[in-house]
C-alpha cells in the first residue's frame, strides 16, 4: 500500500487529453511538500517529468502539466501519442515518514 | 553531462550483504546542493525509496529499511554506495541511484538501474 495513491491504469485515444491523480494527506502533499512527476518506459530507468508541482525540465514538450491542491495533485497529458505510453509515478516527501514517497504508479494506454 | 552507473553483484544469497556503487561522472558528486540517492523497483511493481546521502555525510533512510541499510559516500572517488543487510527474496529488485535536487525534492537524474536477484 503506497504512501500516495494513483489508479493503477488510465487510457486513452491519440490527440486526447488524460490526467492520472496523486492523492497523499496531510504529512505529505497537504503540508506543502512539492510534487514530482516521472515516466518509465518499458524497461528504461524513471525519467523527471515536472518537478516542484508544475515545472518541466528542459526537454519536456509542454504537453505535460502538473497541478496540486490540498492533498492531491495531477498529472495532465494533451494531445496524446504513442509513445506516451509508459508508467507514470508522482512523489514526494512525508514528514512522518521523515522521507521520500511514491506513488503505486498508473500504466497508461493510448 | 552528468551520468550515474551502478555496479555490483547480480546475484546475492538469502542472509547476506547486497553492496552496490553509483559512480559519478561528468561532475562533482561534492556540489553542495544536491543529495544522492538510492530507489529500488521490484519486478512489475512500483518505485521504493531506499534512502539519500548529502555530501557531507548526512543520511536519510527509509524507515522500512533502516535498521538494515547503510548508504555512504567517497568524494575522492566520486561515488555513492549502497549496503543492505540480511537480504531474502523480498529484496530482488532493479537498484537504481539518482540524484536528488535538494531536501524534499525530485531525483532528475538517474542511472540505468541494476537487477540484483536474492537466491540460494
Known amino acids: 500500500q503506497s504512501v500516495l495513491t494513483q489508479p493503477p491504469s488510465v487510457s486513452g485515444a491519440p490527440g486526447q487529453r488524460v490526467t492520472i491523480s496523486c492523492t497523499g494527506s496531510s504529512s505529505n502533499i497537504g503540508a506543502f511538500y512539492d510534487v514530482h512527476w516521472y515516466q518509465q518506459l518499458p524497461g528504461t530507468a524513471p525519467k523527471l517529468l515536472i518537478y516542484?508541482?508544475?515545472n518541466r525540465p528542459s526537454g519536456v514538450p509542454d504537453r505535460f502539466s502538473g497541478s496540486k491542491s490540498g492533498t492531491s495533485a495531477s498529472l495532465a497529458i494533451t494531445g496524446l501519442q504513442a509513445e506516451d505510453e509508459a508508467d507514470y509515478y508522482c512523489q514526494s516527501y512525508d514528514s512522518s515518514l521523515s522521507g521520500s514517497v511514491f506513488g503505486g504508479g498508473t500504466k497508461l494506454t493510448v | 553531462q552528468l551520468q550515474l552507473q551502478e555496479s555490483g553483484p547480480g546475484l546475492v544469497k538469502p542472509s547476506e550483504t547486497l553492496s552496490l556503487t553509483c559512480t559519478v561522472s561528468g561532475g562533482s558528486i561534492t556540489n553542495s546542493n544536491y543529495y544522492g540517492g538510492w530507489i529500488r523497483q521490484p519486478p512489475g511493481k512500483g518505485l521504493e525509496w531506499i534512502g539519500s546521502?548529502?555530501?557531507?555525510?548526512?543520511?536519510y533512510y527509509n524507515p522500512s529499511l533502516k535498521s538494515r541499510v547503510t548508504i555512504s559516500v567517497d568524494t575522492s572517488k566520486n561515488q555513492v554506495s549502497l549496503r543492505l543487510s540480511s537480504v531474502t527474496a523480498a529484496d530482488t529488485a532493479v537498484y537504481y541511484c539518482a540524484r536528488e535536487k535538494g531536501s524534499y525534492s525530485a531525483f532528475d537524474i538517474w542511472g540505468q538501474g541494476t537487477m540484483v536477484t536474492v537466491s540460494s
Open positions: 546521502i548529502y555530501y557531507s555525510g548526512s543520511t
Open positions: 516542484d508541482n508544475n
